[in-house]
């Protein structure tokens, strides 16, 4: 569970987007193809923060509705696993509908194709991180923006090159 500097629990900060968001699906083919910048980048590892935006099917959702409902999760700590030749990374939020099976800390072994979105914090300058921008450019105010901003940890966003 996250906690503040005051030590009280901050819960996880999810967001529902329709998987039929034009701009979603641009962020997300952006992510697809820059993928292979982001595993050199994660190979080559320097400082900062490596993460991987992955999509799980919710099963009880998923029964319930009687169709497939996804999440999208972040991991941090990527890593390359060159002799597996794959990527994984560590759950830091989990959310109530997939914690029978994933807990915060847990490490996963994921493939480049199933990077959903990547970013790369060093210092509050972020590489990537298509969808964040996405969500961030949904809300109102200035103010909504540096609170998200201060939650993520991101304080300058490196230009897309498209």
Known sequence: MNTSAA???IEP?????SDLDAAINLAH????NSVSQFVELVKNRGNGAYMAKLRFRDPE???????????YLWLTDVYYHEKENILSGIFFEVPAGLKKWHQVGERLGFESEDVFDWMINT???????YTIRVHRSKL???????EYDEYIGI???EKISQ
């Open 7 to 9: 030590g009280e629990s």
């Open 13 to 17: 900060n999810f967001k529902a987007i």
């Open 29 to 32: 083919s952006m992510a697809a």
């Open 61 to 71: 959702l998923s029964d319930k509705s009687g169709k497939d409902q996804f999440l």
């Open 123 to 129: 210092d509050g300058h972020v590489q990537g991180g």
């Open 140 to 146: 109102s105010t200035a103010q909504e923006k540096a």
């Open 155 to 157: 304080s300058s966003y």
